[in-house]
């Protein structure tokens, strides 16, 4: 089946290390890729977006991430995580066609000491 | 403020009873949704409707229905032919058409017992 894996599903951290969670996908042809962040107790919210154009896409709070087709991957990225990083982050995939959805990830649990 | 407001944020049911689930939102968007969250499992698509009076299942609709007579509103009923309905469950809106970001609400954790 078609899906999307994180295969990270918990990281643990110390501050101001660098981070990278891996996000692939199975879908061929035109996707559109996103990363959410669901901080303890806050709602899920919209780390960043990849629609066309350059595949490093940066996003909020220092988060960035990059589009490689050929691997069909989306990584997520920071150089220097804060214990305020601490939250669950989750990879999605809008599948090629006017399907009307999202397809999320498994999500990943990002634990970062003090 | 606009946003998507879900209520109750904590819900206690006895197996066998269905329950009503609440999603509104001021955002103006045509497209609303409803997500299950468990530990472990992402975010699996319910429910989803583009428009006013029309709505899709998606990946896990089995003992779940929904209706959408306004737009700014999608309520979720878990009904008791859900074999497993407690679960954290979580309602979107967007723009419709290609599939923009979704906006999220705050979530209802649903327990049944």
């Known amino acids: 089946a078609q899906s999307v894996s994180q295969h990270n599903h918990h990281v643990i951290l110390s501050e101001a290390a660098s981070l990278e969670l891996g996000c692939n996908y199975s879908?061929?042809?035109?996707?559109?890729l996103f990363w959410y962040v669901q901080y303890p107790g806050q709602h899920l919210q919209l780390l960043l977006k990849y629609f066309s154009g350059d595949p490093l896409v940066k996003g909020i709070k220092g988060f960035e991430a990059e589009f490689i087709k050929s691997k069909f991957s989306f990584n997520l990225r920071k150089p220097s995580v804060q214990w305020s990083d601490t939250a669950e982050y989750f990879c999605?995939?809008?599948?090629?066609?006017?399907?009307?959805?999202?397809?999320f990830g498994q999500g990943t649990t990002l634990q970062v000491k003090p | 403020d606009g946003g998507i407001t879900q209520s109750p944020k904590y819900l206690f049911r006895k197996e066998g009873q269905n329950v009503t689930l609440s999603c509104e939102q001021n955002l103006n968007h045509d497209a609303m949704y409803w997500y299950r969250q468990d530990p472990g499992q992402g975010l699996r698509l319910i429910y989803y409707s583009q428009i006013v009076n029309d709505f899709q299942k998606g990946d896990i609709a089995e003992g779940y229905s929904v209706s959408r007579e306004k737009k700014e509103s999608f309520p979720l009923t878990v009904t008791s032919a859900q074999k497993n309905p407690t679960a954290f469950y979580l309602c979107?809106?967007?723009?419709?058409?290609?599939?923009?970001?979704?906006?999220f609400g705050p979530g209802t954790r649903l327990t049944v017992t």
């Open positions: 999605a995939v809008k599948p090629p066609g006017n399907t009307g959805k999202l397809i």
């Open positions: 979107a809106s967007s723009i419709a058409g290609e599939v923009y970001e979704q906006y």
């Open positions: 879908y061929g042809g035109t996707v559109n």
